[in-house]
């Protein structure tokens, strides 16, 4: 913990005292030097494990702003062009109406696809060739809620089918060759085998699964098939944590998301390990669609890929901001003004919005860097 951020240290504390945190990690890079690295609690309740520093926490959503970098890369290298159809480099894709969809509007949740009408099981969910041949036999969604929504789980297999046709690797092997390796980071989008004993077991907090079946055809289209009774022996199971789900699968450390993000914020390099260009940066966080997501009627605003600033603040307090919240309350990003990259990784999640927890870290951070010395 570096000197000037006690108060971080004094906010994760509470989130165990009075919150009832069950384990968690949080950590934050700021001007290109670690400023905060804590970890405490239990990674599995059921035998006490203790949480340990090289703990590896599913991030859910936390994904997509990883999968978003893997776009951004090949944008970079002249391969995939943002405002060009998806139908150029996924030609099925432009089947039932879908021709004119573009990438672009596949990265900011504008597509019309944001669930799968075709009955599937657990495995074919977990099956990415199943599911992207699919979203590419279906018609978009004629129901206005679908202009703007959040497309949880159809995101990672859009952007990751596109990906294997433009580059021919997947998006997590794409971000492991090209970010995770040469940074050194312990993250994972499809988690080997021999690291299935680091990984913590997620766990859902009070009223997470409660709901009810959806009433009506476009709320079973939109719901999401891994927040349901049962849903916790899915993500703790080998099968989810192998199938490296691309908008939702990526399991590691805080201190390897917030180095990733200190990267980025960093004007695209780590050390003397680039991860973008400046400029490519610059392409991922600039505004594509602002307002609010006709399903669950929240703020909602997106880059190529990355969640920016609402008046919700789930990125912390900063207006500059660029990253991706996690299913339940993680939390991962850079205030780029700042030059710093966080990551709130934690293994209950709930139900609770907006959650308290990663709000009062940020919050703390947020303060202890705008004290910090030039």
């Known amino acids: 913990m570096a000197p000037g951020y006690e108060g971080v240290a004094a906010a994760f504390e509470r989130n165990f005292t009075e919150r009832g945190e069950v384990g968690a990690a949080f950590a934050a890079h700021h001007a290109g030097r670690p400023v905060v690295d804590l970890w405490g609690g239990v990674a599995d309740r059921s035998t006490g494990r203790a949480w340990q520093r090289d703990t590896l ?6 994904t997509k702003g990883l999968a978003a970098a893997c776009v951004l890369l090949l944008v970079e290298r002249g391969r995939l062009d943002l405002d060009a159809p998806v139908a150029r480099y996924w030609p099925e894709f432009g089947q039932a109406g879908k021709a004119a969809i573009t990438v672009a509007e596949v990265l900011s949740h504008q597509c019309r696809l944001p669930g799968v009408r075709a009955p599937f099981t657990t495995a074919e969910l977990l099956d990415h060739d199943v599911m992207a041949a699919l979203l590419a036999a279906q018609a978009p969604s004629d129901d206005p809620r679908a202009e703007f929504t959040y497309h949880a789980l159809t995101y990672g297999w859009l952007v990751d089918e596109v990906v294997r046709r433009v580059d021919g690797r997947s998006v997590g092997a794409l971000f492991h060759q090209e970010f995770a390796a040469p940074l050194e980071l312990e993250l994972w989008i499809g988690l080997p085998d021999e690291l299935h004993h680091r990984a913590a077991t997620t766990v859902a907090g009070p009223g997470l699964l409660a709901a009810g079946e959806p009433t009506d055809d476009y709320g079973r289209l939109v719901r999401n098939p891994l927040v349901v009774p049962g849903a916790p022996d899915i993500w703790n199971g080998a099968a989810f944590r192998r199938a490296g789900l691309a908008a939702v699968g990526a399991h590691g450390t805080a201190q390897s998301i917030a180095r990733f993000y200190a990267g980025l914020a960093g004007d695209g390099a780590w050390g003397d390990v680039r991860l973008l260009a400046p400029e490519t940066v610059r392409l991922g966080r600039r505004l594509l669609r602002r307002g609010t997501d006709s399903a669950a009627g929240t703020p909602m605003a997106y880059g190529a890929g990355f969640e920016l600033f609402t008046e919700l603040g789930l990125l ?8 991706h919240a996690g ?6 990003g850079a205030w780029p003004a700042a030059r710093v990259g966080f990551s709130y990784a934690m293994n209950e999640i709930r139900a609770e919005f907006p959650d308290r927890r990663p709000l009062s870290l940020l919050a703390a951070l947020h303060d202890a860097v705008r004290r910090a010395p030039a």
Do not use: E, Y
């Open 327 to 332: 299913a339940g309350g993680s939390r991962h």
């Open 316 to 323: 912390g307090p900063a207006t500059d901001v660029f990253g």
């Open 57 to 62: 926490q599913l991030v859910f959503s936390g």
